[in-house]
């Protein structure tokens, strides 16, 4: 990705709240901005229930946005008409955790990847049957997969028919739900080199959420920690890595296994205590107060700012 390259989204104070209750409010993405610059990938990390994948549907028009926008070159997705969403989705896709679950199993694998084909009437005849199979070979299957079902294939390979349905209808936008989170650690690795190769051939611009940290360093060129609907942190890849600067950061970083048993053994583990707050009606203040070993009184009355601190570094934290 080229440095310089223009954002393709950008995501302003983006809010998505979920009543659930007569006064009770589940804020799953509460005021969240990032840009993606075309080519780039983003990845969104964080434990399970910080708001992630709710982020990722919001940003795609699948839930419709409580406050904020998503702007996508420079046209906000929840304005869209029935005509304008429909080009939407032909330039944005998504690929999803589970590549059994969204298969269809009554449906042959030539028809799955061929049904965006279909919609956007891309193709036909012997012109989308040739697309399909080359679709297949680009993801590493063959043309023989085209007439099996998805009950067929392994994990991993369903993911790839997952990662060509995605690719039928040429999107420049992916939204990578958790896609290697199902996978054997031997698969993980094949399925993110071939998002890279595709992502260098294709010119794809990627939001990948996961929660395997290390995965997500080989892939993104920035990323952004999420804790309970809010960004914490935002920065590039290495700078995050080498530099993480907001203590939730720090201890989620302190967790990856490393290879070398002897830093292993001896490296510094930052513990989490307590409890993680319920997202049902949040206490004012930093949502990661009753967990960070460095809280103040100011923590638990003001919410701290997300503000860049250098240069593409974003941090919520009054520490910092
Ligand atoms: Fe910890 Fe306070 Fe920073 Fe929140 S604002 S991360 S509680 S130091």
């Excluded at 012109?127 to 998805?150: M, P, Q, W």
């Excluded at 290390?214 to 892939?219: D, F, L």
Aim: glycine content about 8%; charged content about 25%; hydrophobic content about 40%.
């Amino acid at each position: 990705m080229k440095k310089d390259a223009k954002v393709l989204i950008e995501v302003k104070n983006l809010k998505k709240y979920f009543k659930v209750g007569p006064n009770a409010t589940l804020k799953a993405v509460d005021d969240v901005s990032f840009f993606i610059r075309k080519g780039e990938t983003l990845g969104l990390v964080g434990e399970s229930g910080c708001g992630k994948t709710t982020c990722g549907r919001t940003v795609m028009g699948m839930y419709k946005a409580t406050g904020g926008e998503v702007m996508f070159d420079g046209i906000d997705i929840h304005k869209l008409n029935k005509s304008e969403k429909k080009k939407f989705t032909r330039r944005a896709q998504m690929i999803f955790q589970d590549p059994y679950a969204s298969l269809n199993p009554r449906m042959t694998v030539g028809d799955i990847v061929g049904e965006g084909i279909d919609i956007h009437g891309l193709y036909s005849g012997q012109e989308r049957t040739d697309r399909i199979y080359n679709l297949l070979e680009i993801v590493g299957l063959n043309k023989e997969h085209a007439s099996r079902f998805a009950h067929e294939f392994s994990g991993g390979q369903r993911q790839r028919i997952g990662i060509a349905r995605a690719l039928a209808i040429e999107p420049e936008f992916i939204v990578c739900d958790e896609p290697i989170s199902a996978l054997d650690v031997s698969i993980q690795a094949q399925v993110v080199n071939l998002l890279i190769k595709l992502q260098q051939e294709l010119g794809l611009t990627y939001l990948f959420i996961a929660h395997d940290l290390s995965m997500v360093k080989h892939i993104s060129d920035r990323v952004g920690v999420m804790y309970l609907g809010s960004m914490v942190e935002l920065a590039s890849s290495h700078v995050l890595y080498d530099k993480p600067l907001h203590p939730y950061t720090q201890a989620l970083l302190s967790a990856i296994p490393v290879p070398d048993p002897e830093i292993e053994r001896t490296k510094k583990r930052i513990k989490l205590e307590g409890e993680v707050p319920s997202p049902i009606n949040p206490k004012p203040g930093c949502k990661f107060a009753a967990r960070c070993r460095y809280a103040k009184p100011i923590c638990k009355e003001k919410t701290p700012e997300f503000k860049e601190i250098e240069k593409d570094h974003f941090v919520a934290c009054h520490l910092v």
